[in-house]
């Protein structure tokens, strides 16, 4: 037997390499036998053309050309088959390939390298390129380019992006410079045939996107500036910039300032924006860019060149009353107190509780501002007989929370609001005029008026030197809130000597220091940085390790929010200050610098911090807010948001205490004012957490996901928790804080600081999200203790989430707007559906998160392309209105 099996023939053994040659044989036998009599007759003529190109005469292989074109031409395939043709011509490939090498006549050399090059894209190898090889040789002039259709053209600039890195790679400039000769005739044939998505990715390959602007037409432009801006935060610098530059150029182009301006905030060039400005050809227009301006909190009074009426739109002094109609019309101005929102009856509390306390009062006094934040009424402060009454139920810094409310509940009504905060001004008692003073902070934060009033309220307490230290401290601070993006010379002034003053206590010099950043935010400006790097390097540690002093390190950090790179010199004088507060202010400063920008590296960075074996106690803030870098550097982009609410869960697997408390505040910037239902259920699991600090930290994040929702599964899970800790007053405290940061504004408000279509960050609105955050991470020696102020500064990131239309008057005007969810229309072909699930509604009305507005009817045309905010609107002048039938 071993005999008979050793004498077999080895070319009967079947490996795998002849097992795949003997099937293929197979196939093709039973191919050639199954061809019907129509392929039969193709495969017949096609060898004829073929044995007709071999012979001599020029005029015959012209003939017999125009014979294969017609062929290929004329055969019809389904959308999933190989054209017959391009099939049985594969035999053939090698021999017209000879043939095109031996032939002399240039014309007929042409044609056959067209036809060629269609057949290189159907038996493309690797690395050859023949597609485009011959493409080169068959000329690509006067629309030869897209002779063969859209697939071979989508082919073509495959090989025209491979080929272009080659030559760079090679240096071959010359080569290169052809290829961008090619990509020039395709651009134009994918734009005009909705591949406008193919045109951006060629030219970028070819790092020369900036040319889509020469060939966008006004029924294409809109679509690939949509693709551009939406792929700008998934490309690396500085190319991100760039896409940004060349959207706003078309914009520009095509006279959309409105759609230029977000644009030229999120480059941060000031410059841009007056161009933008000056680009508007009416005043209506100019009054839109105000609007935006002033919602963004971009400061430029110059610009309006005395022209009050603009001017009084970016300094959004119209916001109260608006915001107070709105609430007319949704029936929202009855004042609201505290125990409405707790719901008490609901709760299963025992009675033993002590429902009077300092404590209770003061989660009461925050529910209450928080509620009725904007309505200028509530049922404590302004609505009871007497105010004095509620303020005393409170004691110490309780006190300054209870004067300070007067400031939210009054919020952007400047007029009034300092009505009722003036009495206050005169008491003798130092807290409760530390709370008017920061009242005056809240009330003209995000808008300004004419006589400048916090400026000239506050100035004088911040330089007498026989101002109590809280009076200071609260002047100080009011005066970051009122003037926070402002960039404002004589602010700092009074700000910057208290930084660097080491003779007074290290508090007042970091709440001057968050000012002063608060103040300059993004603006990179280094005299303020220099005098905060030279107060840390001149403070003892001692001073340095105070509960405030983190403040200093994130006012330095607010400098640079959005700027990226421009660090650099800071963080090595960083690097010299010995005390953990350095590394502290030098992960800050990254963190701010990358905000919202979804940069993957820097995630990286700080997810390495966060992993970190560390025994230092004071270290362990620096991993804190690594962690909340990991939150504020992804919370702009939906891939990045989904990829760190992953993350988050693995750093509560594994990460140390302090990584663990902070985690659910990370989790909370992430989606500040969006209840995503898996976020809600993870904070509500972390929120009965053993460490109390963990605990504490969820439930806060709780109200940040839902603040201003009214969420109503956010509601009961509250009121649970607080049934759960009546007895832990600090963690109750939490609660009921939470609780009213989800009624916030009555459900007529949002703190996400991303606005405009969720395209822009509002630097200021970030900012007023982060001093609560950072300060909740040490929540028992700040926020549960006698720093909850520090509460209020969400002030600035607080916004009705409203649309208000106006006419060109700026009157407001009841207009039909479609309200749903947004759809991602990007790179999507023709004018896709933007929203789903809508409704209509007549305007005013108010817009959820994740909710997009579109105008009803054609009666109107906005001034802007996102209906959010103030929109002006003008009449369509080819609007006919409908008759109804009778």
């Known amino acids: 037997m071993v005999q008979k099996k050793s004498s077999v023939d080895s070319e009967d053994v079947l490996n795998p390499r002849t097992a795949t040659e003997k099937i293929t044989k197979n196939k093709a036998k039973d191919e050639k036998d199954e061809l019907s009599e129509e392929d039969q007759q193709l495969v017949s003529e096609l060898e004829m053309i073929v044995e007709r190109l071999k012979e001599s005469s020029v005029d015959i292989h012209r003939s017999a050309m125009e014979n294969l074109n017609n062929v290929i031409r004329s055969t019809t395939s389904s959308m999933t088959s190989v054209p017959k043709p391009l099939k049985y011509l594969k035999g053939h490939y090698a021999t017209l390939a000879e043939l095109h ?68 790679e090679e240096d071959d400039e010359e080569s290169a410079e052809m290829l961008l000769g090619i990509a020039k005739e395709v651009v134009p044939f994918f734009l005009k045939h909705n591949a406008d998505a193919d045109a951006v990715d060629l030219l970028e390959e070819l790092g020369h996107h900036e040319l889509i602007a020469d060939y966008v037409t006004k029924e294409t432009f809109e679509r690939v500036c949509l693709y551009m801006i939406s792929c700008s935060p998934l490309l690396a610098p500085p190319v991100d910039l760039g896409f ?34 000056e680009s508007c050809s009416t005043r209506v227009e100019k009054a839109q860019l105000a609007f935006i301006m002033a919602r963004q909190q971009v400061y430029m009074p110059q610009l309006t060149e005395g022209d009050d009426e603009l001017l009084a739109c970016m300094n959004n002094t119209g916001l109260s009353k608006n915001y107070r109609d709105l609430a007319r019309e949704l029936e929202l101005l009855d004042p609201k107190a505290p125990e409405d929102i707790y719901k008490s009856h609901l709760e299963n509390t025992s009675s033993d509780v002590t429902l009077d306390s300092a404590r209770h009062n003061l989660a009461s006094t925050f529910v209450n501002a928080f ?17 004095n009454e509620w303020i005393y139920k409170n004691k110490d810094m309780g006190m300054l929370s209870a004067a300070a409310s007067l400031g939210m509940v009054n919020l952007w009504d400047v007029e009034l609001g300092l009505n009722d905060i003036d009495k206050y001004l005169y008491t003798d008692d130092s807290t409760i005029k530390a709370g008017a003073l920061l009242a005056i902070g809240m009330i003209t934060s995000g808008v300004h008026d004419e006589t400048d009033s916090a400026k ?39 700000l910057v000597p208290l930084i660097s003053d080491t003779d007074i206590t290290i508090d007042l010099s970091s709440m001057a ?92 960075k700080m997810l390495h911090m966060c992993a970190e074996h560390v025994s230092d106690k004071e270290d362990q803030l620096s991993q804190a807010f690594a962690v909340l870098g990991v939150g504020v550097i992804s919370m702009g982009e939906s891939v990045g948001s989904a990829m760190s609410l992953r993350t988050f869960e693995h750093l509560m697997h594994y990460g140390e205490a302090y990584v663990r408390r ?38 806060f994040a709780m109200g940040m996901v839902g603040a201003g929702t009214n969420n109503a599964r ?63 991470i040490s929540a028992e020696k700040l926020i549960l203790t006698s720093s909850h102020f520090l509460l209020y500064y969400l002030v600035r990131a607080m916004y009705p989430r409203f649309l208000i239309t106006l006419d060109e008057n700026l009157e407001s005007v009841s ?70 039938e009778d």
């Open 513 to 604: 220091a968050l000012s002063a950043g608060l103040v300059c935010i993004g603006s990179g400006n280094s005299d303020v940085s220099t005098v905060i790097l030279q107060s840390m390097m001149e403070r003892v540690d001692s001073e340095l390790s105070h509960k405030l002093a983190r403040f200093m390190a994130l006012g330095l950090g607010l400098l640079y929010v959005g700027t990226q790179d421009k660090y650099d010199t800071i963080l090595e004088t960083l690097k010299a200050i010995t005390h953990p507060i350095g590394k502290q202010a030098s992960i800050l400063m990254q963190v701010c610098a990358y905000a919202g920008t979804g940069n993957v590296l820097e995630v990286q």
């Open 456 to 494: 000239a309220l506050l100035s004088d307490y911040t330089t007498d030197e026989s101002s109590p230290a809280i009076v200071k401290l609260a002047a100080i601070s009011g005066l970051g809130l009122a003037y926070a993006g402002t960039n404002r010379q004589d602010i700092l002034d009074m």
């Open 371 to 387: 509620v009725n934040a904007g309505y200028g009424t509530d049922k404590l402060m302004t609505g009871a007989v007497d105010g």
């Open 714 to 776: 956010l509601a009961q899970l509250l009121r649970q928790l607080a049934t759960y800790y009546q007895k832990d007053a600090d963690v109750l405290f939490v609660v009921r804080i939470a609780q009213g940061l989800l009624h916030m504004g009555k459900g007529t408000m949002s703190i996400n600081p991303y606005h405009h279509d969720r395209t822009l960050l509002s630097h200021t609105g970030l900012a007023g999200l982060l001093v609560p955050v950072v300060a909740m």
């Open 662 to 699: 902070t985690v659910p505040l990370a989790m909370g910037l992430v989606c500040a004012s969006n209840p995503v239902v898996g976020v809600v259920d993870t904070l509500s699991k972390f929120s009965h957490d053993n460490d109390k600090g963990v605990a504490s930290s969820a439930i």
């Open 101 to 168: 090498g031996a032939w002399s006549d240039e014309r007929n050399k042409k044609a056959l390298a067209s036809i060629l090059s269609l057949l290189g894209m159907a038996y493309d190898k690797e690395g050859k390129r023949d597609c485009l090889r011959y493409r080169l040789l068959a000329g690509y002039d006067d629309g030869q380019i897209s002779e063969w259709g859209h697939e071979y053209v989508r082919h073509l600039a495959m090989e025209i992006g491979e080929e272009f890195a080659a030559k760079i």
């Open 244 to 277: 940004l530059e060349t959207a706003r150029k078309i914009y520009g182009k095509f006279g959309k300032p409105a759609q230029c301006l977000p644009l030229s905030i999120r480059l941060g060039q000031p410059e841009l924006i007056e161009e933008d400005w």
């Open 815 to 884: 207009a039909s707007v479609r309200v749903g969810q947004a759809v991602d229309a990007v790179g999507q072909v023709g004018r896709p559906k933007t929203i789903t699930g809508f409704q209509t509604h007549e305007t005013p009305v108010l817009l959820g998160h994740s909710e997009r507005a579109e105008m009803a009817t054609e009666k109107y045309l906005a001034l802007t392309s996102v209906l959010e905010g103030f929109v002006i609107l003008k009449k369509n002048p080819d609007y006919v209105e409908e008759k109804e």
